[in-house]
């Protein structure tokens, strides 16, 4: 198991924004998709965003205009840039990386196929 260590996590007011940041091996990060995935109170854990090799991104369509997925290839590091932060937003906040050493362009969310994860950050938009 790869270490993926995750952080940015914390309570703000809605309106407001958080940056999460996720961090791995180089050897994983140059070869993966990247991901970010939620999981509220009792719920599944659902799709945020991905971004692929090639720097290609998806969103859910809950988050688009709102959140920004990128990465740093020189750090080996990848962020979610949550702005107007909603109460709905909040939940359990997990990194992924998909190995993709054969795909630029892949921008897939099945989490499933996710091999290499963060711990989770907790996120709690409210007053």
């Known amino acids: 198991q790869v270490p993926v260590v995750e952080s940015g996590g914390g309570l703000v007011q809605p309106g407001g924004s958080l940056r999460l940041s996720c961090a791995t091996s180089r050897s994983i990060f140059g070869f993966s998709t990247m991901g970010w995935y939620r999981q509220a109170p009792g719920e599944q854990r659902e799709f945020v965003a991905t971004i692929s090799r090639g720097g290609v991104t998806n969103y859910a369509d809950s988050v688009k205009g709102r959140f920004t997925i990128s990465r740093d290839n020189a750090k080996n590091v990848w962020y979610l840039q949550m702005n107007s932060l909603k109460p709905e937003d909040t939940g359990v906040y997990y990194c992924?990386?998909?190995?993709?050493?054969?795909?630029?362009?892949?921008?897939?969310?099945?989490?499933?196929?996710?091999?290499?994860w963060g711990q989770g950050t907790e996120v709690t938009v409210s007053y």
């Open positions: 992924a990386a998909r190995w993709d050493p054969s795909v630029v362009c892949s921008t897939s969310d099945d989490q499933g196929t996710y091999t290499y």
